[in-house]
């Protein structure tokens, strides 16, 4: 079969056989056109070939993807760049790459943890960087002090019972992430600060009208854990970052105007670098939002007998609120929601690490086992005091108890045993799977007979039928459905072809994936 490779400006004619393999034919044009190809940790370089305005993958066949005598390919050499390491999200199960290159390792984890808060939406405060064999990264050391090489996996982990409250929080879910909120009023209101930074970042406008009827403010720092508040000289810069931070970063122009629409403080709020809400859009170039800003700031704001100039508005405003605030303090002694001597502080490198991202059946179950070593282990002993104590002196002096043995003696009680988790944590390389998302989608089965064929009424040919399928879900790893979705996404990129056309080349690649099997 005679075709033509379109290459650089070339149009040459091969003579190549229908069943072959676009692998083989990659390899045929490389030794003809003598092309340099590469593939290492820092990146590749390789050929790509399309026909119809889609990419033929290497496992394909010619005549499979609808190539027919004269049909014209064309040849692309890509360059690829890799990911210099990745990050696994344990909230989200993703695995987060960073570009870059060699030198990014001579930075500090601070400044990765920087660049995984704009990718992932977290505050810096919420979470920490490990390796996979568990040692923890703190921010004032550089990537080179823990030994990583290209390509390498990180974990990011978050606070223990914290999972759920996250994951609510990326999915702007207002009911989940009220049920997973603290009871303790300190932490309450941080995680409150920390649900309307993650809402400003993914644009969940129901979410942050909802915190911030709650007195959440946009213009207020998300700051630390309250366990890290005595921690101060290793603060990382980025707790100085506030909501409507995060909003201009990523463009979301209507958390934008909800938080100016509620509190014009936000207008001239600063970062640790000295960066507002609008330099931020200049950085960022999101037009919309710098419009907006640019709008708000030079606008005047009109009373009754004076007009005021927005820059004096906000001075103005700023003074009435700081004293407002004093005047309350004063007044009503209300508490001020900081650490207080007896809670509990974590000092990196000094204390048990509480970010080892611990859901909250395992957090609570945790507490649970402590709180039942302890009371068996001062039971015994707090029983014999109390009946040394209840017995007159004569017959104290005389009595002799003997102590019980530990737990570690007896081994595990059967409250132990239920506490036990009935389930392990699951592989990485299980958890970090390539998704894909269909370009086309079907038609939702709403009863349990659409799936089947109208004529097939026997109860032999229904069993027939769902084996198939349970055969077929077993050893492919998808449902029938799914797979459908997928071929026709695949097809689909063929644009330049009919639909009826893209319609038979889905069939023919899942009936070849089925002979596969």
Not at 147 to 173: I, P, Q, Y
Request: charged share 25%.
């Amino acid at each position: 079969m005679k075709v033509f490779i379109a290459f650089d400006g070339l149009c040459e004619p091969f003579d190549i056989p229908g069943g072959q393999t676009v692998k083989k034919v990659k390899q045929m044009l490389k030794d003809y056109f003598h092309i340099q190809l590469s593939d290492d940790k820092q990146g590749r370089r390789f050929l790509e070939l399309m026909f119809a305005g889609g990419v033929l993958r290497d496992e394909w066949v010619l005549r499979d993807a609808g190539i027919t005598l004269c049909s014209t390919i064309k040849c692309i050499v890509k360059e690829e760049e890799k990911p210099v390491l990745y990050v696994f999200n344990t909230v989200t199960k993703e695995r987060v790459p960073v570009m870059g290159n060699i030198h990014l390792f001579s930075e500090t984890v601070s400044k990765l943890k920087s660049l995984l808060s704009v990718k992932c939406g977290f505050p810096v405060s919420v979470f920490c960087l490990r390796t996979l064999e568990g040692k923890e990264m703190y921010d004032c050391n550089t990537l080179n002090d823990y030994n990583l090489d290209l390509g390498v996996t990180l974990r990011m982990d978050v606070w223990n019972g914290w999972k759920e409250f996250l994951s609510a929080c990326v999915l702007g879910h207002k009911q989940n992430v009220q049920r997973y909120l603290s009871k303790y009023e300190t932490i309450l209101r941080f995680q409150q600060r920390v649900a309307l930074y993650i809402a400003a970042h993914f644009g969940h406008l129901e979410l942050a009208e909802w915190l911030q009827t709650k007195g959440v403010r946009a213009d207020v720092a998300v700051g630390v854990h309250p366990s890290r508040e005595w921690c101060r000289d290793t603060d990382h810069l980025d707790i100085g970052k506030c909501p409507v931070h995060a909003a201009a970063e990523n463009g979301q122009l209507l958390l934008i105007k909800s938080f100016i629409a509620r509190n014009v403080l936000c207008l001239d709020c600063q970062n640790a670098l000295g960066q507002t809400a609008l330099k931020i859009s200049i950085h960022h170039g999101h037009k919309d939002c710098l419009l907006y800003l640019i709008m708000k700031i030079w606008s005047v704001v009109s009373f009754p007998k004076v007009s005021l100039p927005m820059n004096i508005y906000i001075k103005v405003k700023k003074w009435v609120y700081t004293t407002q605030k004093r005047v309350h303090r004063l007044k009503k002694w209300a508490p001020q929601f900081k650490t207080r001597v007896g809670d509990p502080v974590v000092v990196d490198g000094f204390t048990e690490s509480k970010m080892t991202s611990k859901d909250l059946h395992g957090y609570y179950q945790d507490k649970w086992r402590k709180v039942v070593q302890t009371s068996r282990a001062h039971s015994s002993q707090a029983i014999v005091n109390a009946i040394i104590k209840l017995r007159p002196k004569t017959l104290r002096e005389r009595t002799t108890f003997s102590t019980f043995p530990s737990l570690k003696q007896t081994g595990k009680n059967p409250i132990q045993r239920r506490c036990q988790p009935a389930w392990e944590s699951p592989n990485i390389d299980d958890i970090i799977t390539d998704s894909w998302t269909p370009h086309i989608s079907l038609p939702p089965i709403t009863e349990i007979c659409n799936s089947r064929p109208r004529n097939l009424r026997s109860p032999h040919a229904a069993f027939l039928l769902n084996s198939s399928l349970e055969s077929f879900s077993k050893y492919s790893g998808q449902t029938p459905r799914q797979s459908a979705v997928y071929f026709l996404s695949l097809a689909s990129e063929f644009k330049e072809k009919p639909w009826l056309r893209q319609l038979d080349m889905a069939k023919r690649l899942a009936r070849k994936s089925v002979h596969n099997l």
